[in-house]
C-alpha cells in the first residue's frame, strides 16, 4: 500500500517513460529495505554486502556476477557510470548538461545510500531541528534529485520538493517507526513542549497538552515553511510530463496526511487505520476511471 500511496501513478505512463521510472524506484527501495532489515537483523548484512559491492563498482568499475546485486549494478553502472550522454535525459540537451546530470545522479545515489546507514542505525536520535533539516534532505531531497527526465535547471528545486516528501511520510509512518522505536521528532522541539521520545513511542503523549502544542506547531509553522522552500519546484514551469504528474500526485497525498492527522486529533495511533482505508477507496476508484492518455 505504502508503494501505491508514493508511486502508483507511473502504472499509467507510456510503457519507455514508465521503465524509467521503474527502474530508479526499484533502486532506491531495495537499498531501503537493505538498510531497514539490517536495522531489524544485522547479522544478515545485506546492506552491509550491497554497500561492499557497490563500493567495488566505484572504485574499480566491476560487479562481481555472483553478487545477489549484479542485475541491478550493472543497471546503475550502465546509467551513471558510462561516458556517453544518458539518453532518457533528453537529447535536445548538450553533453556537458548531459555529463554534469550524470555526475550529480551518481553524487545523490552515494550520498543517499549513507543516509540510509546512518538514519537506520540502532539508538537514532535527532537532537535539534537543524538535524531535522539535514535528515529530510539527506533521505527523500537525494531521492528526488535521482528520478528521471531532471534537469539541471530544477536539480535543486527537485532537493526541496524531496525534503518536503520526507516530512509528510514521516508524518504519515509515524505509528510504524514508533513500533520500530523510532521517534524522528527533535528532541529540542518534543522539550520545548513537556514531551518525551519515549512517550511517543509508546502512544502516551496522545491526549496531553504539550503534545498537541508540538503537533499544531510542527502542521502550522514547520510545515509551511517547508512548502515556502518547495515552491520553485511546485510552480516550476517546462517539467517533464511525467514530473508533473508526480508533483500533482504527491501534492493530493500531503493534503490528504494533513487532513487525517488532524481529523484524528493528531492520535498517531488512530491515523493508519483511517489513512489506509481512505487510500484503498481512492485508489479503487481512480481504477475504474478511464485511462489518461500515457505520457
Not at 555526475?103 to 540502532?122: I, K, M, N
Not at 510545515?223 to 514551469?237: D, G
Not at 489506509?276 to 479503487?284: H, I, K, P, Q, T
Amino acid at each position: 500500500m505504502k508503494d501505491e500511496d508514493n508511486a502508483a501513478w507511473v502504472l499509467g505512463l507510456a510503457p519507455d517513460v514508465k521503465q524509467a521510472w521503474l527502474d530508479r524506484i526499484r533502486w532506491i527501495r531495495i537499498v531501503d529495505r537493505l538498510a531497514e532489515n539490517e536495522r531489524i537483523e544485522p547479522h544478515e548484512r545485506r546492506f552491509s554486502r550491497f554497500m561492499e559491492a557497490w563500493r567495488l563498482l566505484r572504485s574499480r568499475g566491476f560487479v562481481d556476477p555472483s553478487s545477489p546485486f549484479a542485475s541491478e549494478l550493472s543497471a546503475i553502472r550502465a546509467l551513471w557510470l558510462r561516458d556517453e550522454s544518458d539518453p532518457d535525459q533528453g537529447a535536445a540537451r548538450g553533453p556537458r548538461e548531459a555529463d554534469d546530470l550524470q555526475g550529480r545522479s551518481l553524487a545523490a545515489w552515494d550520498a543517499y545510500l549513507l543516509a540510509l546507514a546512518d538514519y537506520h542505525a540502532p539508538g537514532l536520535l535527532i537532537r535539534t531541528m537543524k538535524e531535522h533539516d539535514t535528515m529530510l534532505m539527506r533521505l527523500s531531497g537525494h531521492i528526488f534529485q535521482l528520478v528521471p527526465f531532471l534537469t539541471m535547471e530544477h536539480w535543486d528545486a527537485a532537493g526541496e520538493f524531496g525534503r518536503l516528501d520526507q516530512f509528510f511520510n514521516n508524518l504519515r509512518d509515524m505509528q510504524e517507526d514508533a513500533d520500530r522505536g523510532i521517534c524522528y521528532l527533535p528532541e529540542e522541539e518534543l522539550a520545548r513542549h513537556g514531551v518525551t521520545r519515549a512517550q511517543v513511542i509508546s502512544g502516551r503523549c496522545v491526549g496531553m497538552s504539550g503534545y498537541e502544542r508540538l503537533m499544531r506547531s510542527w502542521l502550522d509553522e514547520v510545515m509551511p515553511a517547508l512548502c515556502a522552500r518547495a515552491a520553485p519546484f511546485i510552480e516550476a514551469r517546462g517539467l517533464h510530463p511525467s514530473l508533473e504528474i508526480m508533483r500533482e500526485w504527491s501534492l493530493r497525498r500531503y493534503a490528504r496526511i494533513t487532513r487525517v492527522f488532524r481529523a484524528t486529533g493528531f492520535d498517531h495511533r488512530r491515523f493508519p487505520a483511517r489513512y489506509w482505508a481512505e487510500v484503498r477507496r481512492d485508489l479503487a476508484g481512480r481504477r475504474q476511471l478511464p485511462r489518461a492518455h500515457p505520457v
